[in-house]
């Protein structure tokens, strides 16, 4: 790993230890929540969408675990404002990881993507498409 690899852990640790758009929004138009219970990490994902009804204005997480869960929550509450619904649900693994930057272990990637699944089953439940009360990295 070169020094490109250093930089995106920094990244990393930088969005562990000072979170974009953490807290809660006062009238989120969906709200989510899972975890990842292998390794303890919990993520809320409050998402406001534009008068659309499809585009996303703005997001807030709150959550507790590892760097590489909070971190990945911080950068994708980021990522996501200006998307649409559908963009968010066409994201897989493989973007929150070149979002990362990194190469995440086997062992790490529940950790990486549990904020992603939040927000897409948050989108989903909103749409009428998925009932489901948390999200976990285990189903």
Known sequence: MGMGSDMYRQ????????????????????THVGENPMCGDEIRMDVRLEDDGETIEYVAFKGDGCAISQASASMLSSELQGKTLEELQEMDRDDVVDM????????????????????????????????????????
Do not use: W
């Open 11 to 30: 990244q990393i640790l930088d969005h562990y230890k000072n979170p974009r758009n953490y807290g809660e929004l006062e009238e989120p138009t969906f």
């Open 100 to 139: 990362l930057g990194v190469d995440i272990s086997p062992m790490r990637i529940k950790c990486a993507v549990l904020a992603e699944k939040v927000a897409q089953d948050g989108a989903e439940i909103y749409r009428g498409e998925l009932e489901k009360e948390k999200t976990t990295t285990e189903d």
